[in-house]
Nanobody, 121 residues
Framework: QLQLVESGGGLVQPGGSLRLSCAAS????????IRWFRQAPGKDREGVSC????????NYADSVKGRFTISRDNAKNTVYLQMNNLKPEDTAIYYC??????????????WGQGTQVTVSS
């Protein structure tokens, strides 16, 4: 079965950190650029960060720049999102998705089911 599985979400206090993982099964992530999205209740889906297949190119939404870091370990078939200095407004379901290419452009391919991140005291 070809799928992406996110993990690492949870409840954290403001200022805390979490590391999300996006693992592929049934296929190899090497070739694909990966984007993290999030969607909070009542809000539109937001693209958070993207990493190219080689890891040489990344981008971030302004709302997370300087706090979040995207990385990948192709040997582990996994992409990560390190989230530091979390704020209540970061509360959302976080999803990962592959592009159909090695760069952060064009149509998406596979999607994960999401992992909940809640930032609250």
């Amino acid at each position: 079965q070809l799928q992406l599985v996110e993990s690492g979400g949870g409840l954290v206090q403001p200022g805390g950190s979490l590391r999300l993982s996006c693992a592929a099964s049934g296929f190899f992530l090497d070739y694909y650029a990966i984007r993290w999205f999030r969607q909070a209740p009542g809000k539109d889906r937001e693209g958070v960060s993207c990493i190219s297949s080689s890891g040489g190119s990344t981008n971030y939404a302004d709302s997370v720049k300087g706090r979040f870091t995207i990385s990948r370990d192709n040997a582990k078939n996994t992409v990560y999102l390190q989230m530091n200095n979390l704020k209540p407004e970061d509360t959302a379901i976080y999803y990962c998705a592959t592009y159909q290419s090695s760069s952060c452009l064009g149509p998406y391919g596979y999607w994960g089911q999401g992992t909940q991140v809640t930032v609250s005291s």
